[in-house]
């Protein structure tokens, strides 16, 4: 499996919300294929996007993307640090 683990700052969490969930459809097109969002405690507009894809091919040519960089500035995300990741394991306790 294929991962994309994307830390960045958010000018305002509502609008940032509004345009990542407008652009469901362009990041499932491109092959994301899960997704989880989580927030630092204590600091609202401090964004953890964490996904699931078809490919780290797939997740590099989307998010370094013109489209996705114009996406990125309409949301208001500030200094996005993005890791991408190869699954070694998995498992549940």
Excluded: C
């Amino acid at each position: 499996m294929s991962y994309v683990l994307i830390i960045h700052e958010v000018a305002d969490y509502a609008a940032w919300k509004l345009v990542f969930d407008g652009a469901a459809e362009i990041r499932r097109e491109a092959g994301e294929r899960s997704y989880q969002v989580l927030r630092y405690e204590g600091d609202g507009n401090r964004i953890v996007h964490f996904s699931r894809w078809t490919s780290l091919e797939a997740a590099r040519a989307f998010f370094e993307s013109p489209r996705l960089v114009r996406i990125r500035e309409e949301a208001g995300v500030k200094a996005p640090e993005f890791r991408y990741l190869e699954e070694l394991e998995a498992g549940e306790l």
